[in-house]
């Protein structure tokens, strides 16, 4: 049994609560975050009771990420795997570059890349715990590849999977030596997290969330290998 935190996991049909319902089904203690009191998750607590820890926390904010961990430190004694799976985009997202308003990026930027490494700082404590190497997994996205990018649009998003990339590149290095820890960031697959049945990604939450855990066990003690990979286990350019 692992102890695992999965950020950004209130919505039903995407990949936070679906990695969430996967770990319990599995048997984990489950830690799953979200901005404000969420139904769903209250749901999955009725029926796998202790659990599921329900934990609030904005990783916008240094605060809040701060006051989750030490609440959760009141709880559980280590954590085995964090997924940084949260994310936010502007409303312009869509928008090419001539009619974005561009004060808009820093705010994706401050919660995709930086909200990351808030959890990763606060919650380090607890990973150090782990009584096996503790993982970090920072789902990024293809779209965060630089030598790699065709697109015109979605610059915000882009550049906040990009710079996510960076952190984890960075913090790989911070870690080298530490046997105890491991990064990773991940493309996770195009899947259907919006819920529509007319969305033409492959994977549904649920089929990608299974493929990402074993995924994720598989390279759990890989310190050598490419830092950015695929859901198929891929080395990604960066
Ligand atoms: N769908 C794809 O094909 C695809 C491809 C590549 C990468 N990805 C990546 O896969 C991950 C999951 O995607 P998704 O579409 O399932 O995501 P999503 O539906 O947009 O869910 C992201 C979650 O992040 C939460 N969030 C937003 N701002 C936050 C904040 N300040 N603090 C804490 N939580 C916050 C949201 O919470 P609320 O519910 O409170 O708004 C939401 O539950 C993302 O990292 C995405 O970039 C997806």
Redesign the pocket.
């Known amino acids: 049994m692992q102890n695992v935190m999965i ?5 039903t049909y ?3 609560y679906n990695l969430v319902l996967r770990y319990l089904e599995r048997g984990d203690l489950v830690v799953a ?4 009191p969420n139904n769903a998750l209250t749901g999955l607590q009725e029926r796998y009771g202790d659990r599921l820890i329900i934990l609030i ?5 240094t605060e809040s990420v701060n006051r989750a961990a030490a609440e959760l430190s009141g709880k559980m004694g280590h954590l085995d795997l964090i997924v940084n ?4 985009v502007s409303p312009d997202c869509d928008k090419e570059f001539w009619d974005l308003n561009l004060d808009y990026i820093a705010g994706t930027v401050n ?2 890349a930086v ?1 990351a490494m808030r959890v990763i700082k606060a919650f380090y404590p607890l990973l150090k715990k782990s009584p096996t190497t503790a993982l970090i997994i920072n ?5 965060g590849s630089i030598s790699k990018c065709y697109r015109t649009r979605q610059i915000e ?1 882009g550049m906040a ?1 990009a710079a996510l990339n960076m952190a984890t590149m960075n913090l790989a290095n911070t870690f080298k030596d530490d046997d105890q820890i491991n990064i990773f960031c991940v ?8 819920g529509r049945e007319d969305n033409p ?1 492959p994977l549904s ?1 649920y089929e990608a969330a299974g493929i990402l855990m074993d995924l994720f066990e598989h390279r759990r003690f890989d310190k050598d290998g490419h830092r950015f990979i695929t859901n198929e286990g891929e080395d990604y350019p960066f």
């Open positions: 950020t950004g996991a209130g919505r995407a990949l936070g975050t979200v901005r404000k926390m904005d990783i916008g904010d799976n949260a994310v936010t919660v995709t909200g789902i990024s996205s293809e779209a998003y999977k493309h996770p697959g195009w899947i259907r997290t919006d990604a939450s």
